[in-house]
């Protein structure tokens, strides 16, 4: 199984994490490792991560718990992410047809307050939004500057098409 996220984007991850106020998102087609990612990212900084599966519920990554009660549904899954007191974060992959749609219904009649302790993370289809992420939500790009045209010259990277 490869990795939803590289080591890089990991740390890129973490830090948009611990400075998050708001709910953070990110536009990918497929979960292939989501959970080998977050799972990595938890066993490293310790931090409780929550992973919700449509029908399953929230699951500690860390923890061989089944899933918390009443959160199968996006709903309830959310309520039980703000109810939260400690710092934790949640992972919401709702880029799967049923799932986006529950989710843009949710988000057309509500306006949660998700931020503070609890820090969200939502997975998006590409090339789709909603109003309630791109008003009150940040994306996280995970594009390290270095894809494309660009070469290493004198301890710096820069543009190939910038070269004489």
Same mark, same amino acid.
């Given at each position: 199984?490869?990795?939803? #996220?590289?080591?890089?984007? *990991?740390?890129? *991850?973490? =830090? &948009?994490?611990?400075?998050? $106020? ?6 990918? $087609?497929? $979960?292939?490792? #989501? =959970? !080998?990612?977050?799972?990595?990212l938890s066993l490293r900084t310790g931090w409780a991560c929550y992973l919700w599966t449509d029908g399953e519920g ?6 061989? &718990? ?6 199968? &549904? ?27 749609? &529950?989710? !843009? ?8 307050? *998700? ?17 309630f992420f791109t008003d009150f939500g940040k994306i996280v790009t995970f594009n390290m500057g270095l894809d494309g045209?660009?070469? *290493? ?7 190939? $098409?910038? #070269?004489?």
């Open positions: 199984m490869r990795e939803f #996220l590289s080591s890089h984007e *990991l740390l890129n *991850l973490e =830090d &948009e994490l611990r400075a998050a $106020n708001q709910p953070l998102y990110v536009h990918k $087609n497929s $979960n292939e490792g #989501l =959970d !080998k990612s977050i799972k990595s929230l699951q500690n990554l860390k923890s061989t &718990e089944p899933p918390a009660p009443k959160t199968s &549904e996006f709903k309830e899954a959310i309520k039980f992410a703000q109810e939260r007191k400690h710092f934790s974060v949640f992972i919401f992959p709702i880029n799967a047809k049923n799932s986006w749609l &529950e989710s !843009k219904l949710y988000f057309s009649s509500h306006t949660p307050q *998700l931020h503070g302790v609890a820090k969200f993370m939502f997975i998006l289809p590409k090339e789709k939004s909603h109003k045209n660009y070469v *290493l010259r004198d301890g710096k990277w820069i543009s190939a $098409n910038d #070269l004489p």
